[in-house]
């Protein structure tokens, strides 16, 4: 609550005074950082996601499928299917592979064709995200960007790279980005849909697979299906990063703060709430020197 109240105000302020320069120019160099930060995540979580030459060859696939412009949910499927069967093809009998990998034929291209903007549609879009976002938060640009950006027509690549950044500045979860999207779609009550919407499914599926959580992990073939989703899910965002990353590194001055930034994070450990401020304190400085 205390971080979607936060976040309302400042897109409050975006809506506002978002088009003004000083703002754009605060926000110029805020996202070579976000962007920077999400390369960092993306690095430590490969490390664990990316166990040996399978779970690789299933983000190399992945990351090629949705450039092609597969549906990232078909793919979160269809990595945990792939890594599952072929870690545990021993195991399967030679009769029921066809059964096996019906599943996967299911899987289909993004449509790149756009919908009105309404209050049901705003709120059936996240709370499918939040249904079937798997991983780590940041996964969760890669649901925005084919929906909002892509299928809908709703957001531009900067508006959702602002929101992102918006959604880093703030204490709470990425999540709470919903917030901001939905304020600057639909002004306030498109903020609390948006954020039921992405936030409601967490609350049930932790009631329910808590207790069966240990249990699925003993399974080699639920282990192996969730590293296959959590490998698709780094996939998706490495995929969705280099998107973003081309709409914020826009000059040599972008990508030097980006990299100082990545390196200030993996070789010095610097909170990355005092990067983003760095970055802001750079845009107001440029703001004034201009």
């Known amino acids: 609550?205390?971080?979607?109240?936060?976040?309302?105000?400042?897109?409050?302020?975006?809506?506002?005074?978002?088009?003004?320069?000083?703002?754009?120019?605060?926000?110029?160099?805020?996202?070579?950082?976000?962007?920077?930060?999400?390369?960092?995540?993306?690095?430590?979580?490969?490390?664990?996601?990316?166990?040996?030459?399978?779970?690789?060859?299933?983000?190399?696939?992945?990351i090629v499928l949705y450039f092609v412009g597969v549906n990232e949910?078909?793919?979160?499927?269809?990595?945990?299917?792939?890594?599952?069967?072929?870690?545990?093809?021993?195991?399967?009998?030679?009769?029921?592979?066809?059964?096996?990998?019906?599943?996967?034929?299911?899987?289909?291209?993004?449509?790149?064709?756009?919908?009105?903007?309404?209050?049901?549609?705003?709120?059936?879009?996240?709370?499918k995200i939040g249904s079937v976002l798997f991983g780590s938060g940041y996964v969760l640009l890669a649901f925005l960007r084919a929906d909002l950006v892509v299928r809908y027509g709703w957001l531009t690549d900067r508006q959702l790279i602002d929101a992102i950044a918006i959604g880093q500045v703030t204490p709470g979860p990425v999540f709470t980005t919903a917030t901001f999207i939905g304020f600057i779609l639909g002004g306030m009550p498109g903020a609390l849909l948006a954020t039921l919407g992405i936030f409601?499914?967490?609350?049930?599926f932790v009631a329910i697979s808590n207790p069966l959580i240990p249990r699925m992990r003993r399974s080699v073939w639920v282990g192996a299906l969730l590293d296959g989703v959590n490998?698709?899910?780094?996939?998706?965002?490495a995929a969705v990063t280099w998107q973003l990353g081309r709409a914020s590194l826009i000059d040599p001055l972008t990508i030097l703060v980006a990299l100082a930034a990545f390196i200030l994070l993996i070789r010095f450990k610097v909170n990355s709430t005092w990067l983003i401020a760095g970055g802001a304190l750079l845009g107001m400085l440029a703001t004034a020197f201009r």
């Open 200 to 204: 409601l499914p967490s609350f049930i």
């Open 73 to 127: 949910i078909a793919l979160l499927f269809a990595a945990g299917l792939m890594v599952m069967f072929a870690a545990n093809f021993r195991r399967l009998r030679t009769k029921n592979m066809g059964a096996f990998l019906l599943p996967i034929s299911g899987i289909g291209i993004v449509s790149a064709a756009s919908s009105p903007f309404g209050f049901p549609l705003l709120f059936l879009t996240f709370l």
């Open 231 to 237: 490998v698709a899910s780094l996939g998706l965002m």
């Open 1 to 62: 609550m205390p971080a979607m109240l936060i976040v309302l105000s400042l897109a409050w302020v975006y809506v506002r005074f978002g088009s003004t320069p000083q703002a754009g120019w605060l926000l110029y160099s805020v996202k070579p950082v976000v962007i920077a930060i999400i390369v960092q995540a993306l690095w430590t979580l490969g490390q664990k996601a990316v166990k040996d030459r399978l779970t690789a060859i299933a983000a190399v696939f992945v």
